[in-house]
Each structure stands twice: as C-alpha cells, then as structure tokens.
T-cell receptor
Framework: DTGVSQDPRHKITKRGQNVTFRCDPI?????LYWYRQTLGQGPEFLTY????????KSRLLSDRFSAERPKGSFSTLEIQRTEQGDSAMYLC?????????????FGSGTQLSVL | AQKVTQAQTEISVVEKEDVTLDCVYE???????LFWYKQPPSGELVFLIR??????QNEISGRYSWNFQKSTSSFNFTITASQVVDSAVYFC??????????FGQGTRLTINP
C-alpha cells in the first residue's frame, strides 16, 4: 500500500495556460475524490468518481475544469485557461468502499500557482 | 445546509501542556459522521478519528481524546501532554448523504519546545 500519489507536487503557470494534474489512488479503492484548498481554509469538495463514473460535481467546478477517470484507476484534473483565482492546493483522496462512513485517504496535493 | 466551524484559527502552547481544539457543526440530518484530520507541513491530510451520530461515547487514543456532545453539536479534540510533533493544522469535518466531507476552516496548532 503506497498511499495516494499526486503529480506534480508543484505547478507554476501563466494565466491563460492549461494545466493537468494526475492522481493515483490506493490500489483497488473504487472511490476517488478531488478537493481544492486555498490558504488558511479547509478543503472544499470538487468532484468524485465511483470506478470510472463521475457521480457528482460541485458548483465550484466551472466549465474550465474537467476530471476523468478513464479506467477506474488513476484520475486527471484539467484546468483550461487558468486564472489567478485557480491558485490553490488540489487534493486527491480515495476510499475503499461505498459506505457513508468510509474514511478518505488523501494524497499530498498539487500546489498550483497561476501568475 | 451543513457547516463546520472551528472558531480557533491559531493556538500556541508550550510542550507538555494540554490543549483542546473546538469544533461545532450544523446539519439537519439525524445520521451523519464526524471526523478529525491532521495536516502536517507535508500537506497530506491524516485521518485521526471517525464518529457516527448515534455514538456519543467519548473516545481516548493515547494522548488524544474526543468529546462528542450532540446537545451542543460539538465534537472537541484534546491533546494531553502535547509534543512538538503535534504541531500541524487540524480539521474537523462532517459527512452526510453522498460521501462529501465538509471541512471546517482548520486550527493551526503550534507546540513550542
């Protein structure tokens, strides 16, 4: 069990550029989540997948954001035409089952800075 | 709507002191789960505890203890005999319905040697 892995750890980009982040969940975890955390705040839910199906998206996820989990394993989060307000830590988490009370295992996040 | 409030933004204590982190939550559901996570400087959120809304027993795990009081919608976390390694940001969170954690703003805890 190697934990949830996120790549890259840091990304600096210019406004208007596209960026893509990758998340590798713990093997055989069928739920995968994306959260966004800004400085001094708690993480905010963005979206989650059960296997390859994207089941819910937050209103925070504008149409510039898209997430995929094509084979029910790793996931990517793409932000198009980045804006300075997108600067944040993007956290990925996975959980092993579908129960309401399952704890989430988090990765170390991708820190995005939009200049 | 669900909401979690951690009124203490920052706490600083000297090593070996006891410290309590407050958490107050709002939800209209009767079935929900409460969590505490620790976020060290590395950034990874580390699970500490999970409680369901039907179990109000307090819990102790080593130097950590949790006090769940449904009557006041609080789920406070106490560290006894704090250590420098306890320095981190601590988040209280609520889950209900679809499995989305709703986090509080976090409390930055600094333990000084």
């Amino acid at each position: 069990d190697t934990g949830v892995s996120q790549d890259p750890r840091h990304k600096i980009t210019k406004r208007g550029q596209n960026v893509t982040f990758r998340c590798d969940p713990i093997s055989e975890h069928n739920r995968l989540y994306w959260y966004r955390q800004t400085l001094g705040q708690g993480p905010e839910f963005l979206t989650y997948f059960q296997n390859e199906a994207q089941l819910e998206k937050s209103r925070l996820l504008s149409d510039r954001f898209s997430a995929e989990r094509p084979k029910g394993s790793f996931s990517t989060l793409e932000i198009q035409r980045t804006e300075q307000g997108d600067s944040a830590m993007y956290l990925c988490a996975s959980s092993p089952r579908d129960g309401l009370n399952e704890k989430l295992f988090f990765g170390s996040g991708t820190q995005l800075s939009v200049l | 709507a669900q909401k979690v409030t951690q009124a203490q933004t920052e706490i600083s204590v000297v090593e070996k002191e006891d410290v309590t982190l407050d958490c107050v939550y709002e939800t209209r559901d009767t079935t929900y789960y409460l969590f505490w996570y620790k976020q060290p400087p590395s950034g990874e959120l580390v699970f500490l505890i999970r409680r369901n809304s039907f179990d109000e027993q307090n819990e102790i795990s080593g130097r950590y203890s949790w006090n769940f009081q449904k009557s006041t919608s609080s789920f406070n976390f106490t560290i006894t005999a704090s250590q420098v390694v306890d320095s981190a940001v601590y988040f209280c969170a609520l889950i209900q319905g679809a499995q989305k954690l709703v986090f509080g703003q976090g409390t930055r805890l600094t333990i000084n040697p």
